[in-house]
Nanobody, 123 residues
Framework: QMELVESGGGSVQAGGSLRLSCTGSGYRNCMAWFRQAPGKDREGVAS????????NYKDSVKGRFTISRDDAKKAIYLQMNSLRPEDTAMYYCASAPDGCTGTWAEHTKYDYWGQGTQVTVSS
């Protein structure tokens, strides 16, 4: 059974930083981070293509978040800096067998998901 496991979530004050990690047997071509806040839809945060050649970001996190991958470790990371209270959410790792195309932010593209890690940013 393919799985993905996230870690690194926690509680920080606004302006702080966190680094999320995701690894597991579900590691594949297109890897992405999504997040979901209570009462809101799941939204794509960032994606990274095979070998890290291409990355995509949600507009509101550009310049603050950086996604990366380590194929040798079958792991992806999300470095989150200058965190804001509106970044508070459950963060999920996801993978898809095809490339990270223009549809990278659509959750239906991904068929393997982690259990999530909570990020809470206080003002």
């Amino acid at each position: 059974q393919m799985e993905l496991v996230e870690s690194g979530g926690g509680s920080v004050q606004a302006g702080g930083s966190l680094r999320l990690s995701c690894t597991g047997s579900g590691y594949r071509n297109c890897m992405a981070w999504f997040r979901q806040a209570p009462g809101k839809d799941r939204e794509g945060v960032a994606s990274v293509s095979n070998r890290g050649i291409f990355t995509n970001y949600k507009d509101s996190v550009k310049g603050r978040f950086t996604i990366s991958r380590d194929d040798a470790k079958k792991a992806i990371y999300l470095q989150m800096n200058s965190l804001r209270p509106e970044d508070t959410a459950m963060y999920y790792c996801a993978s898809a067998p095809d490339g990270c195309t223009g549809t990278w932010a659509e959750h239906t593209k991904y068929d393997y998901w982690g259990q999530g890690t909570q990020v809470t940013v206080s003002s």
